[in-house]
């Protein structure tokens, strides 16, 4: 049985027993209806992920893509962070293209916050740290698409010293003056990040963007 078919099968034989309409229905409204949930809370998601991941033999780059394309296809939700959660594990397996091959198409489909910003923990964050893919996040930060613009302003989430503060500002700097709420928030998230090591930088940055968005200075001035 290939990789990505064999993920999708215990996956969908492991969540049997944990459904719950009543949760989905929940959830679904939460989400405001992006999709039909199972209804399985997220302990006892990633329980399920760490069970049927450690069965699994060592992937290949394109296996741990395929696998989460296969789960992205379908419908309930949860197999979208089950993907997220198949990256995570099997990350140290993932190549240079990655992003660029894979995780480029789930950013832009079926997209929302949820996918998108859990795909930048699994999988942006950390390839990105590995390797040299500031051309990639250039070209994400300038695409039409918001979703990439998103992950690209966010792409440094974590790495504390390790931060390009310069390539961070730009992006903040890029896209100041947009005031959809998930780009403003991801600002914010960014700049409040960066207070935590250097509070000068978004000071000034602030002084310098008086009309940026509200929904990114109050994130921007928590810890200030």
């Not at 780059?61 to 992205?72: E, K």
């Not at 964050?125 to 979703?147: F, G, I, Q």
């Not at 613009?149 to 961070?168: C, M, P």
């Amino acid at each position: 049985m290939k990789f990505h078919t064999d993920v999708v099968t215990k996956l969908q034989y492991a969540v049997q027993s944990h459904k719950n309409p009543v949760r989905a229905a929940g959830a679904q409204k939460y989400m405001k209806d992006i999709a039909p949930y199972l209804g399985i809370d997220t302990p006892t998601r990633r329980a399920i992920s760490r069970e049927v991941f450690a069965l699994l033999p060592d992937p290949t780059s394109l296996d741990i893509g395929r696998a989460s394309r296969a789960l992205w296809k379908l419908e309930e939700r949860e197999y979208q962070y089950f993907a997220c959660d198949l990256i995570a594990y099997f990350i140290d397996f993932a190549e240079e293209d990655f992003l660029s091959e894979h995780v480029q198409f789930l950013i832009t489909h079926k997209s929302w916050w949820d996918t998108v910003d859990s795909l930048g923990t699994a999988a942006v964050s950390p390839l990105t740290a590995r390797y040299s893919l500031k051309p990639l996040m250039d070209t994400w930060n300038k695409d039409e698409n918001m979703w990439l613009n998103r992950a690209a302003i966010q792409h440094q989430r974590g790495r504390g010293n390790k931060t390009d503060v310069s390539l961070l500002l730009k992006y903040c700097h890029d896209h100041a003056d947009d005031h959809r709420f998930f780009i403003a928030k991801s600002i914010g998230w960014a700049l409040r990040d960066l207070s935590k090591l250097d509070k000068r930088p978004v000071k000034q940055f602030l002084v310098q963007h008086p009309d940026l968005d509200k929904v990114a200075v109050r994130e921007a001035i928590r810890y200030l």
